[in-house]
């Protein structure tokens, strides 16, 4: 499958996911602020995505730095840090990336700033491959909850285009199939952004998956008619207790899948979950153009002047939610106590 993002002479090489999937293009950011942007615009998306090119955006604040002295290399990082963090909220792993390169910078302060610097590329790099092992060991343990002939839907994309590696959900279905289960998949086309239709569907058809692209408003239905056997998405933040932040329209889907006694998994790393967060509803939630939901490829579908509310996530109550799925295996409720001790 083609790689989200990769790190090129001193430089985030950015798979335009904004063109697919009918061109493959990259683009390569000058710039921190630049690395911002593509964040900002959707050209890299996907909570571990966008933490793994947050990272390199500090390393590049740093390599770019004219300071003279490791607190003065501080003052720009915290700079860099605020512009980065503000582009996309609702994921954490893009705050928790951003956090984690200062706290490698506090504990390099003495060396020198050569040395630091190369210490900050170095750990975007290692992030970059540890979210690639924590997708294959999410992979395994959520293969494991999918069984031969299921059906299951799942929504927006969480495969390999939103991470570093194979996937979250997406990664959890491909590691299915590659064990030998004949299972095929009902891919949301996800309005208005379109990453079912756009890229669930495109790397599905890479890894040779059956799957039929729906309409967000059709799980009822195909669920009603016993058509689908479980649910299965990624996450963008989790609180400590298990409420979970996804893409706009996961929460009708849990509560869908309640009624209609199907499971409904959340596959994510640890590092999506917010153990500051108790309640789902202090998420915040991004609130997106309403150009977004007016138009499709760039054609208005609406009357001149009409307005649109636009929010790119929704929270899920942790009761709707069967099991997380996690690099440290599944946790099942409560998830407070469940998570918390993956972490300890
Ligand atoms: O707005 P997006 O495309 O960044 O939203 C992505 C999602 O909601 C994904 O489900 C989530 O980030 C998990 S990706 C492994």
């Given at each position: 499958m083609l790689s989200s993002i990769e790190w090129n002479k001193g430089k985030p090489k950015i798979?335009?996911?904004?063109?697919l999937p009918h061109k493959t293009a990259y683009v390569v950011s000058a710039n921190y602020k630049e690395t911002g942007e593509a964040i900002r615009s959707m050209k890299i998306r996907g909570a571990p995505a966008i933490g793994v090119a947050a990272a390199f955006a500090m390393a590049q604040a740093a390599s770019a730095s004219k300071a003279k002295s490791a607190a003065a290399l501080e003052r720009d990082l915290l700079k860099a840090a605020a512009f980065l963090k503000a582009?996309?909220?609702?994921?954490v792993n893009l705050a928790w990336a951003v956090d984690h390169m200062l706290g490698v910078l506090k504990k390099m302060v003495y060396a020198k700033l050569p040395r630091i610097v190369q210490g900050l590329t170095e750990a975007a790099l290692e992030l970059k491959e540890e979210d690639a092992r924590q997708c294959a060991a999410i992979g395994r343990a959520g293969a494991e909850l999918i069984r031969d002939g299921d059906r299951v839907l799942t929504h927006c994309n969480t495969g390999a285009l939103a991470t570093a590696?194979?996937?979250t959900a997406l990664g959890a279905i491909t590691t299915a199939w590659d064990s030998g289960k004949k299972i095929s998949v009902w891919v949301d086309e996800t309005r208005p952004y379109l990453q079912g239709a756009r890229l669930t569907a495109f790397e599905l058809a890479h890894a040779k998956i059956p799957h039929s692209l729906i309409t967000d408003s059709t799980a009822a239905l195909l669920m009603s008619k016993k058509m689908v056997d479980l649910v299965i998405v990624g996450a963008d933040r989790i609180t400590a207790r298990g409420d979970v932040a996804n893409k706009i329209g996961t929460y009708g889907l849990a509560i869908l899948a309640k009624e209609h006694g199907i499971p409904f998994y959340v596959a994510a790393?640890?590092?999506?979950?917010?153990?500051?967060?108790?309640?789902?509803?202090e998420i915040p939630i991004e609130e997106r153009p309403a150009t977004e939901v007016l138009n499709v490829n760039g054609k208005?579908?609406?009357?001149?002047?009409t307005k649109a509310l636009h929010y790119g996530f929704d929270v899920t109550p942790?009761?709707?939610?069967?099991a997380i799925i996690t690099e440290s295996g599944v946790f099942r409720a409560p998830f407070e106590n469940s998570m918390k001790s993956a972490i300890i």
């Open positions: 798979l335009d996911q904004l063109l582009t996309r909220p609702t994921a590696g194979i996937g790393p640890l590092s999506s979950v917010d153990f500051a967060m108790k309640d789902g509803s208005p579908i609406a009357p001149a002047g942790h009761r709707y939610i069967s």
